[in-house]
């Protein structure tokens, strides 16, 4: 291993993959970081191969999507890896998300909060990058659904129409938006991928948190061999059922409609965004002011990196205060219920579903924040 030494790089993988040492208590929900990297690397993989044949113009994006499907020599199987791959890494995501609220993975004591603010910003930032991949294809719902996100920008107050007047590139969506959408789609990628290293960087510095919140140096082991073979494990089960879904059913998670071309004077009975955008999309409509939308479509992702704060102790695990995990599983609730309701038309009783359940969200944060602050309260005066 003498040679390693020589190569900086090398150096740094072998250090950060082999010797690294982790929690001996952690679990298999701790794969879905190494999960998350793997279809990133299959999403600029497989974009980098379609923007080879993509031709960013309202007259021949759509049919260049065909051209790629039908005439490129495997064309179609980087398509459907490109579209379900954007599924299955918003799935793992997810997952790694509610695996850090659960096991309490945002303490802000032991700078462990820069880690997890990060990764809100990346999972902001994949949104953003997800739906104009989405608008790219130029089909009847890429295009409306552009068309009701977009005009959300016009809400904001005093630089809503200059906003969205830049990002149209015009009076309405049209050949500008469409190149615009093209460049930020392959651009932000790259913005993306620093923003992992420096998330990746801070956790080899303050290393992985652990189920009892415990210092990790009382009892560490290194990551190779013993826990090489459970991310291996894991990465097994998620490969087999991506491959599964690419090869036999690839549009299961799109919409049909999508295989349409955008026409702009028909629109769709019903506008639905792709499903990892479904909660959001429900929040957003269940509100029935613009700004106000807005405003809560925003809070309902930021309130990942203000809620923390509410932590006032070195250690807190939530998952043995039922409080908190009774908020918890309110909060899992609400999100397969507002991902449902999301799917549906906006009629009743799915609207009045919707805004209940919107606010249902809402109080389960605040629930989870005030179980933290009464624990942390209830320890200082017993200590």
């Given at each position: 291993m003498s040679f390693i030494k020589k190569i900086p790089f090398a150096q740094a993988l072998y250090t950060s993959s082999i010797p690294y040492p982790a929690p001996s208590n952690i679990n298999y929900f701790w794969n879905f970081g190494l999960l998350a990297l793997f279809f990133l690397a299959v999403q600029i993989f497989t974009g980098m191969f379609l923007a080879m044949h993509y031709v960013p113009s309202t007259e021949l994006a759509f049919a260049s999507v065909e051209h790629i499907m039908r005439d490129v020599h495997y064309g179609w199987l980087f398509r459907y890896l490109h579209a379900n791959g954007a599924s299955f890494f918003f799935i793992v995501v997810y997952a790694h998300i509610f695996r850090g609220l659960y096991y309490s993975s945002f303490s802000i004591y032991g700078?462990?909060?820069?880690?997890?603010a990060i990764g809100v910003l990346i999972f902001f930032l994949m949104i953003i990058i997800a739906f104009l991949g989405y608008v790219l294809p130029w089909g009847q719902m890429s295009y409306w659904g552009a068309t009701v996100i977009t005009n959300l920008v016009g809400a904001v107050p005093l630089i809503g129409?200059?906003?969205?007047?830049?990002?149209?590139?015009?009076?309405?969506?049209?050949?500008?938006?469409?190149?615009?959408?093209?460049?930020?789609?392959f651009f932000l990628p790259a913005v993306l991928l620093i923003l992992v290293m420096i998330h990746l960087a801070l956790l080899h510095e303050y290393h992985s948190s652990n189920p009892l919140n415990q210092n990790f140096s009382v009892d560490s082991i290194s990551f190779f061999p013993y826990f090489i073979w459970k991310d291996i494990v894991g990465f097994l089960i998620f490969f087999a059922a991506y491959v599964f879904f690419v090869f036999f059913y690839p549009n299961a998670l799109s919409h049909s409609i999508n295989y349409i071309e955008a026409n702009p004077l028909v629109t769709p009975t019903?506008?639905?965004?792709?499903?990892?955008?479904?909660?959001?999309?429900?929040?957003?409509?269940?509100?029935?002011?613009?700004?106000?939308?807005?405003?809560?479509?925003?809070?309902?992702?930021?309130?990942?990196?203000?809620?923390?704060?509410?932590?006032?102790?070195?250690?807190?695990?939530?998952?043995?205060d039922p409080i908190y995990k009774f908020a918890f599983w309110a909060f899992a609730a609400d999100w397969v219920i507002l991902t449902y309701i999301g799917a549906c038309p906006a009629e009743e009783p799915y609207i009045t579903v919707g805004w209940l359940t919107t606010l249902s969200y809402f109080l389960s944060w605040m629930l989870m924040t005030n179980s933290m602050a009464f624990t942390s309260l209830k320890s200082r005066k017993e200590g």
């Amino acid at each position: 291993m003498s040679f390693i030494k020589k190569i900086p790089f090398a150096q740094a993988l072998y250090t950060s993959s082999i010797p690294y040492p982790a929690p001996s208590n952690i679990n298999y929900f701790w794969n879905f970081g190494l999960l998350a990297l793997f279809f990133l690397a299959v999403q600029i993989f497989t974009g980098m191969f379609l923007a080879m044949h993509y031709v960013p113009s309202t007259e021949l994006a759509f049919a260049s999507v065909e051209h790629i499907m039908r005439d490129v020599h495997y064309g179609w199987l980087f398509r459907y890896l490109h579209a379900n791959g954007a599924s299955f890494f918003f799935i793992v995501v997810y997952a790694h998300i509610f695996r850090g609220l659960y096991y309490s993975s945002f303490s802000i004591y032991g700078s462990r909060y820069y880690l997890w603010a990060i990764g809100v910003l990346i999972f902001f930032l994949m949104i953003i990058i997800a739906f104009l991949g989405y608008v790219l294809p130029w089909g009847q719902m890429s295009y409306w659904g552009a068309t009701v996100i977009t005009n959300l920008v016009g809400a904001v107050p005093l630089i809503g129409d200059k906003i969205l007047l830049l990002l149209w590139g015009s009076f309405f969506i049209s050949q500008p938006t469409l190149a615009r959408f093209f460049v930020l789609h392959f651009f932000l990628p790259a913005v993306l991928l620093i923003l992992v290293m420096i998330h990746l960087a801070l956790l080899h510095e303050y290393h992985s948190s652990n189920p009892l919140n415990q210092n990790f140096s009382v009892d560490s082991i290194s990551f190779f061999p013993y826990f090489i073979w459970k991310d291996i494990v894991g990465f097994l089960i998620f490969f087999a059922a991506y491959v599964f879904f690419v090869f036999f059913y690839p549009n299961a998670l799109s919409h049909s409609i999508n295989y349409i071309e955008a026409n702009p004077l028909v629109t769709p009975t019903h506008i639905v965004p792709e499903w990892y955008f479904l909660p959001f999309y429900a929040i957003l409509r269940s509100i029935p002011d613009k700004l106000g939308g807005v405003v809560f479509l925003l809070a309902s992702i930021f309130i990942l990196v203000i809620f923390p704060f509410s932590e006032d102790e070195k250690i807190f695990t939530p998952y043995s205060d039922p409080i908190y995990k009774f908020a918890f599983w309110a909060f899992a609730a609400d999100w397969v219920i507002l991902t449902y309701i999301g799917a549906c038309p906006a009629e009743e009783p799915y609207i009045t579903v919707g805004w209940l359940t919107t606010l249902s969200y809402f109080l389960s944060w605040m629930l989870m924040t005030n179980s933290m602050a009464f624990t942390s309260l209830k320890s200082r005066k017993e200590g």
